[in-house]
């Protein structure tokens, strides 16, 4: 009876990979059915490995329980890349993507130490799943202990992902019931069961293989329901998707403002009537000017303008005092800076010297030296 249960564990690893092979086969596949594939792949490995450690079954070739770490810390942000793709929340940028696989890379590099250190001996008692907080696991080689450390980090790795993306699902509670509620808070649930047994494996890493054993039937379980439901409703995805999306423009809280009146009369507001020269200027006073509230015009300022209000009047100031710099060679620095707005010459330099790279003085004689004023230029900071 135990190795029938034993088996039954791999059940959900194989069925993994073959909807991940699914993917990639299918013709004319958008770009998420890439996505898709490498995460039940990679999903189907990990859990494979985590089976294998913990039962013991192959461990004729126990070297697989080494080779198959990475594959854990792949699965945790691909599947977080999957949901980020899912609900439209954000673009994962290149940068992002390699931090999030910084840990792969790590363990990839874990997982080849014996090759460069022939003094580790890789035996199949030291690969077996030895709970953590055990006494056996303190009689292993340090190199080992590691190992089954990285046993254990890719289900940190994963709960703290995922228990991040679901909280952009959990306001579909908040809306009344109908099918496509259904099938949303059916989403939800199956998402949180993935963490929930993804938790459970961790604490068998740390105290018992045997509630691995049951987590990972519960997660198979979990995974065959989500994957007949997956059948019977294919407009699952399609309707997480909708719904996010309807719910974040349904919070906007410049819905049904005239953006572009509004945009044009802040240019307006900064380039005719240089309000940003007023050292006193807050976000309230140019709302109240244009007739919204404060948060309307934050949300306009970084939703269509991608910046925030000191950003956008510091980029204002800057632009005049550089005119200023140009026009005046005989100003001095602290004069131009009070003139744009800024309350101290300190806080001009420190602002001007980051967005040029220069500073005022410098400025003003590049532009001398270019030929864009015949005046003198007066030596002061």
Not at 211 to 228: E, P, Q, R, S
Request: charged share 20%.
């Amino acid at each position: 009876m135990q190795i029938i249960h034993q088996h039954m564990m791999f059940l959900g690893a194989y069925f993994s990979i073959i909807l991940g092979i699914g993917q990639f086969v299918q013709k004319d596949k958008p770009f998420a059915g890439y996505i898709y594939g490498i995460s039940f792949i990679s999903m189907g490995l990990w859990i494979f490995h985590v089976c294998s450690y913990s039962t013991g079954i192959f461990n004729n070739v126990y070297i697989i329980n080494l080779l198959l770490i990475p594959f854990g810390f792949i699965s945790a942000p691909i599947m977080t890349l999957r949901y980020q793709w899912l609900i439209n929340q954000t673009k994962i940028t290149e940068r992002r993507l390699i931090i999030y696989l910084i840990p792969a890379v790590i363990s990839f590099c874990v997982m080849l130490y014996p090759v460069f250190d022939r003094t580790i001996i890789i035996r199949a008692e030291y690969l077996q799943g030895i709970p953590i907080l055990s006494a056996d696991y303190l009689k292993l080689p340090v190199y080992f202990r590691i190992v089954h450390l990285f046993y254990l980090l890719p289900k940190v790795y994963l709960v703290a992902f995922m228990l991040f993306k679901l909280k952009f699902l959990a306001g579909f509670w908040k809306v009344r019931k109908g099918s496509k509620n259904v099938v949303m808070r059916a989403g939800y649930i199956f998402a949180f069961d993935s963490i929930f047994s993804t938790f459970l494996t961790a604490i068998g890493d740390l105290y018992s293989t045997s509630i691995i054993t049951w987590a990972i039937l519960y997660c198979n379980v979990n995974f065959y329901v989500l994957f007949i439901f997956g059948q019977r409703n294919p407009e699952y995805n399609r309707v997480i998707k909708t719904e996010i999306v309807k719910s974040r423009y349904e919070k906007s809280k410049i819905k049904y403002l005239d953006i572009e009146s509004i945009l044009s009369n802040l240019h307006d507001i900064m380039e005719n009537q240089k309000a940003f020269a007023s050292e006193d200027i807050t976000i309230k006073i140019i709302a109240d000017e244009l007739g919204i509230t404060v948060h309307q015009l934050s949300e306009i300022l970084n939703e269509k303008i991608k910046k925030n209000f000191n950003s956008f009047i510091n980029d204002y100031r800057i632009d005049e005092a550089k005119k200023l710099l140009i026009a005046e060679p005989g100003r001095t620095i602290t004069s131009v800076a009070l003139a744009v707005g800024f309350n101290s010459n300190t806080a001009f330099s420190t602002i001007f010297s980051r967005t040029t790279g220069i500073t005022p003085k410098e400025y003003r004689i590049k532009m001398s030296k270019c030929g864009k004023t015949a005046f003198p230029v007066k030596d002061e900071s």
